[in-house]
């Protein structure tokens, strides 16, 4: 049975031996949310909430992890990370880790401190039963080095939008999640003053 819990944004349901995403409509079409220990990589234009997304799994358990801001603005307990370098970011211990966004660091240093930043955090995450969740810019990078963070990371999400006459539709895609199997069709969301909703969500709360 799923425990509700209130972020004071949203209330989440909890379900025994997942995470919860920070959606809840996610949090059911994966069974729960997140398998613990597991590497995430959000994928998405700068417009298409992957800054919301990131924002809410960190409201669910801020003084679990520890999130590098380097690109957005700044909540109180965020680590303002736009003069940090790969080796300071990624040399956190004991915590979870949020990123936002690996695509800054990869266009100052390169793919290659990103990378092995992103490797060092499987055994931190581990240990913690926590999560390193990072955010990437879809179509700024060489597409094998995307492939090569995609290889990295346990579950690959990827939010899409398009213009459809006068209307913006959004959409989530679980590209990869390990241990399971992702779902067969991408989800449906909306963005409130809430942040991130799937269509689904007022039905299955």
């Known amino acids: ?52 997304f990131a924002r809410q799994f960190w409201s669910i358990s801020p003084e679990k992890r520890s999130f590098f801001m380097i690109d957005g603005y700044l909540e ?14 990624f040399k956190e211990e004991g915590k979870g880790i949020i990123v936002d966004s690996l695509s800054t660091l990869i266009i100052r240093e390169g793919i ?11 055994q931190g995450i581990s240990d913690s ?13 060489d597409l094998y080095n995307e ?7 346990d579950v690959v ?12 539709i959004r959409a989530l895609e679980v590209k990869k999640i390990a241990g399971m199997q992702p779902p067969g069709r991408v989800l449906p969301f909306i963005v ?8 689904t969500t007022s039905r299955v709360v």
């Open 1 to 52: 049975m799923p425990d509700d819990t209130d972020t004071g944004r949203v209330v989440i349901r909890a379900y025994k031996g997942r995470s919860p995403t920070g959606i809840n409509g996610l949090d059911l079409a994966l069974e729960g949310g997140f398998i613990p220990g597991s590497s995430i990589l959000l994928i998405g234009s700068a417009t298409s909430g992957t800054d919301r």
């Open 157 to 168: 999400i990827e939010l899409h939008e398009e213009m459809r006459g006068n209307e913006v």
């Open 76 to 89: 109180e307990g965020m680590i303002d990370s736009r003069t940090m370098r790969c080796s300071d970011i």
């Open 112 to 122: 290659e401190p990103v990378l092995s930043g992103v490797a060092s955090c499987r």
């Open 129 to 141: 039963h926590d999560h390193a969740f990072f955010t990437l810019y879809r179509g700024l990078h």
């Open 192 to 199: 409130t003053e809430k942040g991130i909703e799937l269509s």
């Open 147 to 153: 492939i090569l963070l995609i290889r990295l990371c």
